[in-house]
């Protein structure tokens, strides 16, 4: 980050500044900078009327300040300043730093106002994160496979065991899904009882040797019952049409465990 120092006294006139204070601002020299002060350019309260300011030596003060470039642009500024005493004088002063950090906050505001692309119950990405897949796939022009998991009769199993079983098999599911799937690829919680595996950089054989091993592992890792289809996406395919595409072609997986010993890791 750009660091600007600058000094003023306690009614915000400017005694001095850095060249780097004066580019950040949109400022040509001390002249211009001196036609204003603290308030009108930093948005400051006068300091000798302001009780937020430090008013002790050495006393520091933090804060983000909404600020105007001579040209116009609208930025935010980190300002940190201290108190001291002047020398020759011994008036009270004041030391300030400002650095630009409008790109972090836009960037914080933007972290804050997505929506989350994540189950809240499973830890897995939710349907959100089907466009931000297939944007980046399209973008990179990778083919992509997916497969499609049911979990079997899950209504019967939450009726007769309980909604807190219920979500701890899907937890202990999806935690399934996640430790055979590659490290690239996604696995997305598309309702109560349906999973997605998003396979990128994929062709058909690929896919089937994927599907394979998920097969093999179930039969003693999967906590449930679950059928499981899987495809490779056709050219000019859509996402959506690979996904459905899959769920059309759903046979049952072999599974060893049977409830209700789910608990069991």
């Given amino acids: 980050l750009k660091i600007g120092l600058y000094t003023i006294d306690i009614h915000g ?42 008013r002790q030596d050495r006393l520091v003060r933090e804060l983000d300040l909404s600020v105007r470039r001579a040209d116009g642009r609208l ?10 005493r002047e020398e020759k004088t011994g008036d009270l002063i004041y030391h300030g730093i400002i650095m630009d950090v409008t790109d972090r906050k836009r960037s914080e505001r933007s972290a804050l106002e997505q929506p989350s692309l994540r189950d809240p119950l499973t830890g897995s990405y939710n349907r959100l994160y089907l466009e931000e897949f297939e944007r980046r796939m399209i973008e990179m022009e990778k083919n992509w496979g997916c497969m499609y998991i049911f979990i079997d009769h899950f209504k019967q199993f939450n009726d007769r065991y309980g909604y807190e079983t219920g979500e701890e098999v899907l937890r202990k599911m999806c935690h399934f899904l996640m430790r055979y799937a590659r490290a ?82």
């Fill in 184 to 265: 690239s690829d996604g696995v997305i919680r598309m309702s109560d009882d349906e999973f997605v595996v998003l396979l990128p950089h994929v062709d058909s054989s690929i896919v089937a040797r994927i599907n394979r091993r998920f097969r093999q592992a179930a039969l003693g890792s999967a906590p449930v019952p679950f059928s499981m289809g899987t495809a490779t996406r056709n050219p000019d395919e859509s996402l959506e049409k690979t996904i459905l595409r899959a769920s059309r072609d759903l046979s049952q997986v072999r599974v060893l465990m049977r409830v209700p010993k789910v608990m069991r890791r």
């Fill in 13 to 54: 006139n400017f005694l001095e500044a850095t060249e780097e204070f004066l580019e950040i601002l949109g400022l040509s020299s001390m002249k211009e900078l001196r036609q204003s002060n603290a308030r009108e350019i930093l948005n400051l309260e006068p300091y000798d009327r302001n009780p937020a300011m430090p």
């Fill in 75 to 84: 930025m935010t500024l980190m300002d940190i300043s201290y108190a001291a």
